[in-house]
């Protein structure tokens, strides 16, 4: 029984900063391929990073590059994004997802693809 459980996100100003992270449980993440979602009301949930197994290699959406970075502390199980500079559209539901599936590299496919969701843990952007 895998479990992907998100924490991090809370309310911030715009141009903060905010650390979540995904713990894994249950199984490994080395037989993990996995990504970042967010989803803001009325909108299509969107890929915002994703990682390989390894995580040696990573890919960000153009909205969020240079701002978010996805890593991962593979001996504990861990899935991370960092974000920086955050914005009021960034405002969103920020979901871990997982594929059962070895990833050799990184990427930022349709969330139909995942199989494995967390529960979601919010980030609100405002003044």
């Known amino acids: 029984q895998v479990q992907l459980v998100e924490s991090g996100g809370g309310s911030v100003q715009p141009g903060g900063s905010l650390r979540l992270s995904c713990s894994v449980s249950?199984?490994?993440?080395?037989?993990?391929?996995m990504a970042w979602f967010r989803q803001a009301p009325g909108k299509e949930r969107e890929g915002v990073a994703g990682?390989?197994?390894?995580?040696?290699?990573?890919l960000h959406a153009d909205s969020v590059k240079g701002r978010f970075t996805i890593s991962q502390d593979s001996a504990k199980n861990t899935l991370n994004l960092h974000m920086n500079n955050l914005t009021p559209e960034d405002t969103a539901l920020y979901y871990c997802?997982?594929?059962?599936?070895?990833?050799?590299?990184?990427?930022?496919?349709?969330?139909?693809?995942?199989?494995?969701w967390g529960q979601g843990t919010q980030v609100t952007v405002s003044s």
């Open positions: 990682i390989s197994t390894t995580g040696d290699k990573t």
């Open positions: 249950g199984d490994t993440i080395w037989k993990y391929c």
């Open positions: 997802a997982a594929r059962v599936s070895y990833c050799g590299s990184a990427y930022l496919g349709s969330h139909q693809w995942y199989r494995l």
